[in-house]
T-cell receptor, first 113, second 113 residues
Framework: QKEVEQNSGPLSVPEGAIASLNCTYS??????FFWYRQYSGKSPELIMSIYSNGDKEDGRFTAQLNKASQYVSLLIRDSQPSDSATYLCAVNLLGTNAGKSTFGDGTTLTVKP | DTAVSQTPKYLVTQMGNDKSIKCEQNLGHDTMYWYKQDSKKFLKIMFSYNNKELIINETVPNRFSPKSPDKAHLNLHINSLELGDSAVYFC????????????FGDGTRLSIL
């Protein structure tokens, strides 16, 4: 089993719809969770961090974390064509590997006008 | 005033050559990283330094040697380049070793002829 798994894409949604991106992780002691967006040919950029169970909202983006189910998701409301990108889930562990982010393979999102 | 800057952006060279990639961050961060992103877009950590001390050294051929002269700089030297080294190499930094997200440089696209 991979340490961090994301729902296989590509994911295509119409403009204005809600895009839902999912991520599961294998290590129960994981403490920090991040969503990065990567446009084609560009570097990853942080869009959301979440550290405790529940929802965290920032504009059109909502991150949801459920540590009991080892699950973190990203919802994008009112999706725009400019949201078309690959979204990477990253998970940080505790202890000696505390600073190491393990990345999922990414989910490519296309928002169609 | 780029936060994490890498040079060069593109590197095209022949098999067997030795090359270096340089990275500098002006964010005052303590921790820096090197990642490799292959053609399938999987982002894999290679090395991490915290305050000039090597703390992550993943399973990477010893042809790859990182060097951190100070906490704002992390360079990557690659000896005897092979075809399989073709990839995009990203430098990143985070505030400290722990739970903080990472800021990525623009990447260096390495192509081996």
């Amino acid at each position: 089993q991979k340490e961090v798994e994301q729902n296989s894409g590509p994911l295509s949604v119409p403009e204005g719809a809600i895009a839902s991106l999912n991520c599961t992780y294998s290590d129960r002691v994981s403490q920090s969770f991040f969503w990065y967006r990567q446009y084609s040919g560009k570097s990853p950029e942080l869009i959301m961090s979440i550290y405790s169970n529940g929802d965290k909202e920032d504009g059109r983006f909502t991150a949801q974390l459920n540590k009991a189910s080892q699950y973190v998701s990203l919802l994008i409301r009112d999706s725009q064509p400019s949201d078309s990108a690959t979204y990477l889930c990253a998970v940080n562990l505790l202890g000696t590997n505390a600073g190491k982010s393990t990345f999922g393979d990414g989910t490519t999102l296309t928002v169609k006008p | 005033d780029t936060a994490v800057s890498q040079t060069p952006k593109y590197l095209v060279t022949q098999m067997g050559n030795d090359k270096s990639i340089k990275c500098e961050q002006n964010l005052g961060h303590d921790t820096m990283y090197w990642y490799k992103q292959d053609s399938k877009k999987f982002l894999k950590i290679m090395f991490s330094y915290n305050n000039k001390e090597l703390i992550i050294n993943e399973t990477v051929p010893n042809r790859f040697s990182p060097k951190s002269p100070d906490k704002a700089h992390l360079n990557l030297h690659i000896n005897s380049l092979e075809l399989g080294d073709s990839a995009v190499y990203f430098c990143a930094s985070s505030q400290d070793w722990g739970y903080q997200p990472q800021h990525f440089g623009d990447g260096t696209r390495l192509s081996i002829l």
